[in-house]
């Protein structure tokens, strides 16, 4: 049976990432009978999130509004919203599926899920906050030449954003289909029409709100149900750890690393993406403008990195949990195959109704579909502003678009991207699309992130390096991925990868900022002196808020 | 707005404040990035070494606290980011900024 717990590691959870999605579930063809618990649940979020769109769209006149929920979230609702972004469907089904499969091994994408906030906090939340506007790109545009600085980071921020909602999609149709017994197609489209509404009539504000409401569901559900585990065990870790390895094929070796990824170059590429992908999220990134003033941006972060690291926590003893409650019962486990019934997304869910029954199991199941919604309406709003903000005002019109336009191209942005979001969905249902994600998080490690720290960090940075360089970042993530094994054998069928290792990050990141810096460098123009020349003004900006964009109206 | 800027510029004491700033950025990140980096570089490298067990008669090896540690130590660390950013660097640049806007009257009183 080793072999096969083995077998699973390698290939079904290999190519995920802790923020997203690896949804990938082993049978969708046989129709579940519709669980009434989890879909009355369900139905309740969607009230509540409606009243709350209802309220939010009567404050959403201004594209500030829109955008940046009129820069009037505080740093603690900022901070759980943050963490709602991050805390998406994949770190509670795919992290503690990974526990379940790999032991130990999941513990790497917790702990570089974590430890990507600090970097954050660090180096980019306050200076962030002093210097953009809605976007990112509005930072790395301040002295550079906007156009194609704003073109590139835009171009940056939507292959991320699609990328990432195709994976999220694909994950809601698959695990609705399978919790709650609706039709794939029913479910891609429930998500994509609601993420609409929420989006398109409540902006920034809503997308905050529905994230704040389930990231709470989220950690209380999380918590009673470790709870539950530990109890169970008479709150002992030693006999958690015990029983599991008692139960789970691989025995003692499921508490040592080594279970998930056996390259060290792989492992480390890996790494790179979780913690500096995360710091080049777009649809997070976003959420720095929401507060008043760098100090509530800090605060947000503070806060951010508190609940994901309580959540992680939990669900390193979610997938051990699993192991004990799950491992041994016919009902989830199939010990022919040494697989979990459902795939091995499935070890929390069935954890739910393991140890704490039916009711529970619905809740669960409403938390992970409500966890789909909201992170789906975030990285729709994120895109919509790469198309309206960075691309149509500033670089089409200028920065002189009338506000009414901008908000209403807003609006259309969101229902596009939604409608796009909702046919790629359907498109890729038979595909693996965990390898989106990896990109997702490659993309924004070798594109959003070095542009943005060397705008803020460098004085030497030009527009030529930055959009040269970045491009050259973009272009080898894309090229490695479809060479490596992900695409080029999981998905193409050739026999050997012409690029061996599975992560871009280690590479396409180094090539970015190797390349920007060198091509910054060689750059004499008159534009490199003048970007130059802006730096100092850029610094006293971004460390004292002076000329910062504020809480009132524009 | 840009002749603040240009007293803030023109100040010794901006700069002095700015090397403390990244100084102490600087230094949590290294910490950050040193141990995560070392984590994966064990991981990666050196499995066995996290796999012994914390003593005789557990089954807890010494990955799993060496994990929990990092978390912690990330928390640990911005908690501390924004203690000190609140209580020095916040109140040092406000100053900062207050003889900057005093400097900007005093040049041209009709500077709102």
């Given amino acids: 049976m080793s072999v096969f717990w083995h077998r699973t590691a390698k290939t079904g959870a290999f190519g995920c990432l802790a923020a997203a999605p690896n949804i990938v579930f082993a049978s969708s063809g046989a129709s579940a009978p519709i669980n009434t618990v989890a879909v009355s649940m369900f139905l309740i979020f969607v009230v509540v999130t409606l009243g709350i769109t209802y309220w939010a769209a009567q404050r959403t006149k201004t594209t500030q509004d829109f955008y940046a929920a009129g820069r009037s979230v505080t740093g603690f609702q900022n901070g759980l919203a943050i963490a709602g972004d991050f805390m998406s469907a994949a770190s509670l089904l795919g992290v503690s599926g990974l526990i379940f499969v790999g032991g130990f091994d999941g513990l790497i994408y917790v702990i570089g899920g974590i430890a990507s906030w600090p970097i954050v906090m660090f180096l980019l939340a306050e200076r962030l906050r002093n210097l953009g506007k809605y976007t990112f790109t509005d930072a790395v545009a301040i002295r550079l030449d906007a156009n194609p600085v704003r073109l590139l980071s835009a171009c940056g921020t939507l292959v991320a954003v699609v990328l990432y909602l195709i994976a999220q999609m694909v994950g809601a149709g698959k695990l609705v289909e399978l919790l709650f017994g609706i039709p794939y197609e029913g479910a891609v ?92 999220l777009p649809h997070i990134l976003m959420r720095f403008f929401t507060v008043p003033d760098a100090r509530e941006a800090r605060r947000s972060v503070l806060y951010a990195t508190g609940f994901i690291g309580y959540f992680y926590i939990l669900v390193f003893i979610l997938g051990f949990g699993a192991i004990v409650f799950v491992a041994g019962d016919p009902n989830f486990f199939d010990s022919a195959t040494g697989k979990l019934i459902g795939g091995s997304n499935m070890a929390a869910i069935h954890l739910a109704k393991a140890a704490a029954g039916d009711i529970f199991l619905g809740f669960i199941s409403a938390v992970a579909f409500a966890t789909i919604l909201a992170v789906v309406s975030g990285l729709t709003l994120s895109g919509a502003s790469a198309i309206s903000h960075d691309i149509y005002v500033n670089v089409i019109c200028r920065g002189e678009a009338p506000e009414s336009d901008i908000v209403r191209l807003s609006r259309i942005s969101t229902v596009a991207l939604g409608v796009l979001a909702m046919a790629l969905g359907i498109a890729f249902e038979a595909q693996n699309v965990a390898f989106m994600v990896v990109l997702a998080f490659s993309v924004a490690a070798s594109v959003n992130f070095p542009i943005l720290f060397l705008s803020m960090y460098w004085r030497g940075l030009t527009t030529f390096g930055a959009v040269a360089g970045g491009t050259i970042g973009l272009v080898t993530t894309i090229v490695i991925i479809v060479l490596g094994p992900t695409i080029w054998v999981d998905t193409l ?19 970015s900022i190797v390349s920007i810096i060198g091509l910054s460098l060689l750059d004499r123009s008159p534009a490199a002196t003048s970007a130059a020349l802006a730096f100092d003004a850029q610094i006293v900006r971004s460390h004292t808020g002076i000329g910062a964009e504020g809480a009132v109206a524009e | 707005m840009e002749e603040l800027y240009r007293h803030i510029i023109a100040n010794p004491e901006f700069h002095a404040l700015r090397k403390r700033r990244s100084r102490f950025s600087w230094m949590l990140l290294s910490i950050v990035l040193g141990s995560y980096y070392t984590f994966i570089f064990v991981v990666a490298l050196k499995p066995s070494a996290l796999a012994i067990p914390l003593h005789s008669g557990t089954v807890i090896t010494w990955g799993i606290p060496v994990g929990l540690s990092i978390i912690l130590l990330c928390l640990a660390l911005t908690a501390f980011f924004v203690s000190r950013a609140n209580n020095t660097f916040d109140p040092a640049t406000r100053s900062i900024i207050d003889a900057a806007e005093r400097a900007c009257l005093e040049t041209d009183p009709n500077v709102d």
Avoid: C
Wanted: aromatic share 12%.
């Fill in chain 1, 493 to 511: 069928g050739y026999a050997e990868a012409i690029f061996p290792y599975r992560y871009p990050a280690l590479f396409s990141m180094t090539a």
């Fill in chain 1, 189 to 280: 489209l429930t998500v994509g029409v609601l993420m609409i509404v929420y989006v398109t009539f409540g902006g920034m504000i809503a997308t905050t709100w529905v994230q704040i409401i389930k990231a709470t569901l989220l950690l209380f559900g999380a918590t009673v149900l470790a709870f539950l585990v530990l109890a169970h065990l008479d709150f002992s870790i030693e006999s958690l750890f015990r029983k599991a390895t008692e139960l789970h094929g691989n025995g003692l070796a499921i508490l040592a690393p080594g279970g998930l990824v056996s390259d060290p170059i792989s492992l480390i590429s890996l790494g790179t993406a979780l913690v500096f992908g995360t710091a080049g």
